[in-house]
């Protein structure tokens, strides 16, 4: 018997969010933006503590271009 070939399932982010959360999208955005506020803050931390001399004037900045 020859086994069937395995198809992989396509991973989604978004699905993946939503099943954590039981499937409310209030509770994931909720908890998205949670996440994002807290990532800033940190981006902030670590602007404050890098030097420029040390990074070469490269400094981590919160524009995204996506």
Do not use: N
């Amino acid at each position: 018997m020859l086994a069937e070939p395995h198809t992989p399932l396509e991973f989604s982010p978004v699905d993946a969010a939503m099943a954590w959360h039981g499937g409310d999208p209030r509770a994931t955005i909720d908890a998205l933006l949670r996440d994002r506020e807290r990532l800033c803050e940190q981006l902030a931390i670590a602007r404050a503590c890098i030097s420029k001399g040390y990074t070469r004037g490269w400094q981590p900045g919160g524009a995204f271009g996506g």
